[in-house]
C-alpha cells in the first residue's frame, strides 16, 4: 500500500516537472529559433517528445516509489531534488535563454544524476531498477540532439 501511495505523490511531482518545464520554455519548439536552427538528422517529430516524456515519468515514479520505500534517505532526496532541478531547468536554459553550451551542461549534469540512481541502486532494486532505464536512454538521445545544435549552430 506504501509503493501506491508514493507512487501518486512522485508522479504528481513528475508530471509537475514536466509542466514546469514547458511553462519556462514558452514557445519552445514552435519558436523561430527553435525551427531555424541546424537539427540533427536524428531528430524525432514532435510527439514523439511528449510521448516519450510521459512514459519516462510513469516509469520513474514507480521506479522513485520502491527506491523510496526501501532506501528513504537524504541521498536518495537529494538526488530526486537535483535532478527535478536539473530536469525543469534545462527548458528554462535551453528554449527560453537560448544557451545551448549551458543547456548541453546542465542536460549531462541531468544524465550524471540519473546514471547515479540507475548504478548505486541496482542492488537494492534488482530488476526494478530497470524502471528509469528509459529515462537515461531518453537522456542519451537528448544529449546527442543538444551536442549537434551545439556543434552546428
Not at 31 to 51: C, D, I, M, Q, R
Not at 77 to 98: D, K, P, R, S, T
Request: charged content about 5%.
Amino acid at each position: 500500500m506504501k509503493t501506491i501511495k508514493y507512487f501518486f505523490v512522485f508522479l504528481i511531482v513528475n508530471f509537475s516537472a514536466l509542466a514546469m518545464g514547458v511553462w519556462l520554455m514558452q514557445s519552445g519548439p514552435q519558436s523561430e529559433w527553435y525551427l531555424n536552427l541546424n537539427k540533427a538528422p536524428w531528430t524525432p517529430p514532435g510527439w514523439v517528445f511528449g510521448a516519450a516524456w510521459t512514459s519516462i515519468m510513469l516509469l520513474f515514479s514507480l521506479y522513485m516509489a520502491f527506491l523510496w520505500q526501501n532506501q528513504p534517505t537524504k541521498k536518495v532526496l537529494a538526488l530526486f531534488i537535483i535532478q527535478f532541478i536539473l530536469n525543469v531547468g534545462w527548458n528554462f536554459v535551453f528554449f527560453n535563454q537560448h544557451y545551448i553550451g549551458l543547456g548541453l551542461l546542465v542536460i549531462l549534469l541531468l544524465t550524471a544524476t540519473v546514471c547515479i540512481f540507475q548504478f548505486d541502486y541496482r542492488k537494492v532494486l534488482a530488476l526494478k531498477s530497470l524502471l528509469i532505464t528509459p529515462y537515461l536512454i531518453w537522456l542519451c538521445i537528448a544529449n546527442s540532439l543538444n551536442l549537434y545544435i551545439w556543434l552546428y549552430n
